[in-house]
């Protein structure tokens, strides 16, 4: 076989032959909502100052 040949039988469309034991998926089965809080002492600007201080070290 030379470059790009290939065995057309492959390529036949497959089916599943027991197409009633498939059960869906539930994306959703352990979706939850909420909310989540924390404390800190630390203030605003120290926080901000500490989020700069972490890209600038990614930036090197």
Known sequence: M???S???SEQQQQTAT???D???V???ENA???EMTFESDASTD???S???AMKDRDDD
């Open 2 to 4: 030379g470059f790009g």
């Open 6 to 8: 290939y065995d057309e």
């Open 18 to 20: 027991d197409d009633e």
């Open 22 to 24: 498939v059960e869906a």
């Open 26 to 28: 539930n994306v959703h």
């Open 32 to 34: 939850h909502e909420g």
């Open 46 to 48: 120290e926080l901000v």
């Open 50 to 52: 500490q989020l700069g």
